[in-house]
C-alpha cells in the first residue's frame, strides 16, 4: 500500500475514544494475562453429567475460556464416562477435574479428568484418623436390645452383629452375657471391636469379612438374634445384596429367632429417580421401596413383626444423656442428609424392620 492509501482508510475508520467502549475492549484481552489452576471434586453420580458439565462451562467461562459446542461435547462426554467409572466402582469415589489455564499469551485451558476411587473400608480407614470416637454413639440401639431380651436368658440367645462397627452393639450384648458374636469389613474398625473386647475379656468372636462375599462361613440354624444396624442403610447398594443378607439371615437363624435391620423406606407416593439413588447411595442413606425390600424377602421364611421410625423411637428410647446418639443422626435418620427440605418433609426415612424366622 502507498502511504496515501492507509492514510485515507483511517480517515473511514475513526479511532475509538469513548471509554466505556475502550475499557470493555482490554476486558476482552484479560484472558491473555489472567491464570487460574483448581481442582474439583464431582461426587459419584452419573445421572448428574450433565449438571456438572453445565458447572464446569460456567466455572471456565467466568475467567473468560468459553467452550465452542465441540469442545463442550468432548467435555460431557469424558465427565459422563468418568462418572459412571467412579460410581461402579463405590458411591464414595469421586471424579478430580484438575484444571489449568496455559501460559500466556494462550487463552486455552487444559484439563485432566479421573477417578479417586474409595471404598467402605477406606472411608472407615480415614474416620479413624481424622474423626473422635464413638463414631455411631455411646448406646446400644434400643430396638436391638428390646429384640434381644424379648428372646430369652441371655445364655440361651446367641446373638450376630452384621456390620458391627467398633461394637456399639456387641460390647453391650456380649457384657449382658449374650453369646455374640460380630462380622464387619473394615478392618479399621475390626481391629477396635477386637481390642475392645480382648481388654474386657469378653468372649466375642469377631470375623473380619465381607457379609456379601462367599468367603463368609455362619453356623446353620444358630442364632436367635441376627441383626444389622445402619449397614443396608448406609452401605448395601441393590436389591440383589440385601437379598444375599436376608439368605444369609435365613440360614443363620434358628425358628422363632428375629432379624432385625434398618433401612431407608421411600414414602408410599414417591417414585425415586435415578438422581435419588444415586446421591442417597452418596450420602451414605441407601433408599429402597417397600416393594424392593418384599422383593429381597420373597419365599424367604421370615414374618414381618414390626415396621416403625428409628429416629421416632430410639428417640423415645434411648436414655437421656445418650441422646442424640451423634451430631449427624437425627437429620440423616429422617432422610435430611439426602434432601434438603423442613424436618419431616423428605420422602424417605430410616425404619426399623423386625421378621421372625418361620
Ligand atoms: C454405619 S456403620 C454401623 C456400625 C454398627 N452397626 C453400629 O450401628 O454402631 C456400618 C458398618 O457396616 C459395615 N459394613 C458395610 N458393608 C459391610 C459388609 N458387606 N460386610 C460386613 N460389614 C459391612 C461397615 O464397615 C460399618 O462398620
Redesign the pocket.
Known amino acids: 500500500l502507498s502511504k496515501k492509501n492507509v492514510g485515507s482508510k483511517d480517515k473511514r475508520a475513526p479511532r475509538e475514544t469513548n471509554q466505556a467502549v475502550v475499557r470493555k475492549a482490554m476486558l476482552r484481552r484479560l484472558p491473555r494475562r489472567l491464570g487460574v489452576s483448581g481442582q474439583l471434586l464431582l461426587p459419584a453420580a452419573p445421572s448428574l453429567f450433565e449438571h456438572f458439565t453445565e458447572l464446569l462451562h460456567e466455572a471456565f467461562a467466568l475467567v473468560g475460556r468459553v467452550f465452542n459446542a465441540e469442545e463442550t461435547e468432548r467435555l460431557r462426554s469424558i465427565v459422563k464416562t468418568k462418572l459412571e467409572e467412579a460410581f461402579e466402582v463405590s458411591p464414595y469415589s469421586r471424579v478430580v477435574v484438575d484444571y489449568a489455564t496455559a501460559e500466556p499469551p494462550s487463552t486455552a485451558l487444559n484439563y485432566n479428568v479421573y477417578v479417586a476411587a474409595s471404598s467402605?473400608?477406606s472411608e472407615?480407614a480415614s474416620w479413624v484418623t481424622t474423626r473422635t470416637p464413638p463414631?455411631?454413639?455411646v448406646h446400644p440401639?434400643a430396638k436391638i436390645v428390646e429384640c434381644a431380651r424379648s428372646l430369652g436368658a441371655p445364655a440361651e440367645v446367641p446373638v450376630l452383629?452384621?456390620?458391627?462397627?467398633?461394637?456399639?452393639?456387641t460390647l453391650p450384648l456380649a457384657r449382658d452375657g449374650f453369646p455374640t458374636d460380630a462380622?464387619?469389613?473394615?478392618p479399621a474398625?475390626a481391629s477396635i471391636l477386637r481390642a475392645e473386647a480382648e481388654k474386657e475379656r469378653l468372649p466375642v468372636r469377631v470375623f473380619e469379612?465381607?457379609?456379601?462375599?462367599g468367603e463368609l462361613e455362619l453356623a446353620r440354624g444358630h442364632y436367635r438374634l441376627v441383626f444389622?444396624?445402619?449397614?443396608i442403610?448406609?452401605?448395601?447398594r441393590s436389591v440383589e445384596e440385601i437379598r444375599v443378607l436376608l439368605e444369609r439371615a435365613a440360614n443363620a437363624l434358628a425358628t422363632g429367632g428375629l432379624l432385625v435391620f434398618n433401612a431407608f423406606i421411600a414414602k408410599d407416593g414417591y417414585r425415586p429417580d435415578s438422581m435419588a439413588r444415586e446421591l442417597s447411595q452418596v450420602y451414605?442413606c441407601n433408599l429402597f421401596t417397600k416393594t424392593e425390600i418384599a422383593r429381597a424377602m420373597q419365599g424367604l421364611p421370615f414374618e414381618l413383626v414390626s415396621d416403625e421410625s428409628t429416629h421416632d423411637f430410639e428417640a423415645e428410647h434411648q436414655p437421656a444423656e445418650g441422646w442424640p446418639p451423634t451430631g449427624w443422626f437425627v437429620e440423616w435418620s429422617r432422610g435430611l442428609d439426602l434432601f434438603d427440605l423442613p424436618g419431616g418433609r423428605a420422602p424417605i426415612e430410616l425404619r426399623w424392620l423386625v421378621y421372625r424366622k418361620l
Do not use: K, M, P, Q
Open positions: 467402605v473400608a472407615y463414631y455411631f454413639g440401639d452383629d452384621i456390620g458391627a462397627g467398633t461394637g456399639r452393639n462380622v464387619e469389613l473394615a474398625l469379612a465381607d457379609a456379601l462375599g444389622l444396624a445402619e449397614v442403610a448406609s452401605h448395601i451414605w
